[in-house]
């Protein structure tokens, strides 16, 4: 049989099992707490925001750059350089974009849209020591699952409530202050036009879209871990509440990578399961509304075409036929500004991806250097290849997730901390063996310093 150097890097199993520690209990246990109460507000705290003059920043960023100088003076974190040079890179292309756009004087350059995104990208550089990464990814993933049950719970009570006749509220909105509360996202939208039932977004979520990629993401997790099957229909209940596709979609892109992993046998597995779904969801009212969004892309005010057709179709047309404006961009921010006028002039919230807000505001030389770093982070000596994937499909398809922190902490916290490349590991091994005893003899000082 011959082993290539890629095979050799993809995890044989499928499965994320537990480990023992990594290089200090002490630290280990530190850092647990730490990635735990990150996750804790990545989860329940995503509509918080904080006010800065006339825009807001999600709570979650700073909470993050905290978090940081936490594990990054306990040792819990260590700066990595080759994520380093990464953003670096990175960061120079989308600048020199952004650079040529304000030499150009094209309209309005945000250069704050700039600085946000140096800013959001900082944590990338940093990332968790071999051993215990090894060691508390699995910890982090059953902590996970624990989170992502209290959100299905809040999920299921919020539309089983409104099931008996309790009209829909946003408790959020009633409790915190507007300024202190993200805006611009549908928070509240009933499952279809006219209806007094409104999809569930477990009260804390920014959309319905939202939550139902994070129960997507508890589903994989659950898989992954290889147990607690009973948390799984109640995450595909809790989904079904939301009535949204995304956290579909981000299934069946796992499901995919699940079949190649494990192959034909798990591949008809899930598929009797999914039919089996369909066929018990066919005999309820549910079915007619799933059915219509199914077909919803072909309709301009459809959610399904704001997200998935009309923000590509907009790239395309703003770029036009200007060579300079295909390589540069139109210039940070132009995204999010023509996603304001939209709503403005129609109502409606466009949602540009990752990619299309990219390749708008930074041309294809931002893209290409950005995306190059972003699959470096999630995809580069991941524990989990099946994991790094559903997080890239979410990060660049199914959110608008370039500046927001919500979506850059998922991947921080499920996969881009916890990543080992083999030059991890060698630079791991090289710290590990440290100077030679000062009694030693060269020969001896000569293999320390090799690693041997």
Same mark, same amino acid.
């Given at each position: 049989?011959?082993?290539?150097?890629?095979?050799?890097?993809?995890?044989?199993?499928?499965?994320?099992?537990?480990?023992?520690?990594?290089?200090?209990?002490?630290?280990?246990?530190?850092?647990?707490?730490?990635?735990?109460?990150?996750?804790?507000?990545?989860?329940?705290?995503?509509?918080?925001?904080?006010?800065?003059?006339?825009?807001?920043?999600?709570?979650?960023?700073?909470?993050?750059?905290?978090?940081?100088?936490?594990?990054?003076?306990?040792?819990?974190?260590?700066?990595?350089?080759?994520?380093?040079?990464?953003?670096?890179?990175?960061?120079?292309?989308?600048?020199?974009?952004?650079?040529?756009?304000? *030499?150009?004087?094209?309209?309005?350059? +945000?250069? /704050?849209? &700039? !600085? #946000? =995104?140096?800013?959001?990208? %900082?944590?990338?550089?940093?990332?968790?020591?071999?051993?215990?990464?090894?060691?508390?990814?699995?910890?982090?993933?059953?902590?996970?699952?624990?989170?992502?049950?209290?959100?299905?719970?809040?999920?299921?009570?919020?539309?089983?409530?409104?099931?008996?006749?309790?009209?829909?509220?946003?408790?959020?909105?009633?409790?915190?202050?507007?300024?202190?509360?993200?805006?611009?996202?549908?928070?509240?939208?009933?499952?279809?036009?006219?209806?007094?039932?409104?999809?569930?977004?477990?009260?804390?979520?920014?959309?319905?879209?939202?939550?139902?990629?994070?129960?997507?993401?508890?589903?994989?997790?659950?898989?992954?871990?290889?147990?607690?099957?009973?948390?799984?229909?109640?995450?595909? *209940?809790?989904?079904?509440?939301?009535? +949204?596709? /995304?956290? &579909? !979609? #981000? =299934?069946?892109?796992?499901? %995919?990578?699940?079949?190649?992993?494990?192959?034909?046998?798990?591949?008809?597995?899930?598929?009797?399961?999914?039919?089996?779904?369909?066929?018990?969801?066919?005999?309820?009212?549910?079915?007619?509304?799933?059915?219509?969004?199914?077909?919803?892309?072909?309709?301009?005010?459809?959610?399904?075409?704001?997200?998935?057709?009309?923000?590509?179709?907009?790239?395309?047309?703003?770029?036009?036929?200007?060579?300079?404006?295909?390589?540069?961009?139109?210039?940070?921010?132009?995204?999010?500004?023509?996603?304001?006028?939209?709503?403005?002039?129609?109502?409606?919230?466009?949602?540009?991806?990752?990619?299309?807000?990219?390749?708008?505001?930074?041309?294809?030389?931002?893209?290409?250097?950005? *995306?190059?770093?972003?699959?470096?982070?999630?995809?580069?000596?991941?524990?989990?290849?099946?994991?790094?994937?559903?997080?890239?499909?979410?990060?660049?398809?199914?959110?608008?997730?370039?500046?927001?922190?919500?979506?850059?902490?998922?991947?921080?916290?499920?996969?881009?901390?916890?990543?080992?490349?083999?030059?991890?590991?060698?630079?791991?091994?090289?710290?590990?063996?440290?100077?030679?005893?000062?009694?030693?003899?060269?020969?001896?000082?000569?293999?320390?310093?090799?690693?041997?």
């Amino acid at each position: 049989m011959v082993t290539t150097t890629l095979t050799t890097r993809i995890p044989r199993s499928w499965v994320i099992p537990s480990q023992t520690a990594g290089s200090s209990r002490a630290v280990n246990e530190a850092t647990l707490r730490v990635l735990t109460f990150l996750m804790f507000c990545e989860i329940f705290l995503q509509r918080i925001a904080l006010p800065v003059g006339a825009s807001q920043v999600q709570v979650i960023l700073p909470i993050t750059y905290v978090c940081l100088a936490i594990m990054l003076r306990r040792g819990g974190l260590a700066r990595n350089s080759g994520r380093m040079t990464g953003y670096l890179v990175a960061m120079a292309g989308c600048s020199l974009s952004a650079l040529v756009c304000f *030499l150009r004087q094209k309209q309005d350059t +945000s250069f /704050t849209s &700039l !600085l #946000l =995104l140096l800013a959001t990208y %900082v944590p990338f550089i940093y990332g968790l020591r071999p051993a215990d990464a090894r060691a508390l990814l699995p910890r982090v993933l059953d902590r996970f699952l624990i989170m992502i049950t209290g959100l299905a719970g809040l999920a299921l009570f919020q539309f089983a409530i409104q099931l008996v006749g309790v009209p829909y509220t946003d408790v959020v909105h009633d409790i915190v202050p507007p300024d202190f509360l993200m805006h611009g996202f549908n928070t509240s939208y009933p499952v279809q036009y006219g209806s007094s039932l409104y999809k569930s977004n477990a009260f804390i979520c920014l959309e319905a879209s939202f939550c139902s990629q994070f129960l997507g993401f508890g589903i994989v997790v659950c898989v992954l871990r290889g147990g607690h099957w009973w948390r799984l229909p109640m995450f595909i *209940l809790a989904i079904l509440s939301t009535v +949204s596709g /995304t956290g &579909l !979609l #981000l =299934l069946a892109c796992a499901g %995919v990578l699940l079949a190649v992993h494990k192959g034909a046998k798990f591949a008809l597995s899930a598929l009797a399961g999914v039919s089996l779904i369909v066929l018990i969801v066919s005999f309820t009212p549910a079915s007619s509304i799933f059915a219509a969004r199914a077909t919803e892309t072909s309709s301009s005010t459809s959610s399904g075409s704001l997200r998935f057709v009309q923000p590509y179709q907009r790239t395309w047309d703003a770029l036009g036929k200007d060579p300079l404006t295909v390589v540069f961009g139109t210039g940070p921010g132009f995204a999010d500004r023509d996603a304001s006028a939209f709503f403005t002039r129609t109502g409606l919230p466009l949602n540009y991806a990752l990619v299309p807000k990219l390749i708008l505001e930074y041309g294809v030389l931002g893209t290409v250097v950005f *995306l190059s770093f972003i699959v470096a982070m999630f995809v580069r000596g991941s524990q989990s290849f099946v994991l790094s994937g559903s997080v890239l499909i979410f990060y660049t398809v199914l959110s608008g997730g370039l500046l927001a922190p919500v979506v850059t902490g998922l991947g921080l916290l499920l996969v881009a901390w916890f990543t080992v490349s083999p030059q991890d590991e060698a630079q791991a091994r090289l710290d590990g063996a440290g100077p030679a005893p000062p009694n030693s003899s060269p020969s001896t000082q000569r293999r320390a310093h090799a690693g041997v």
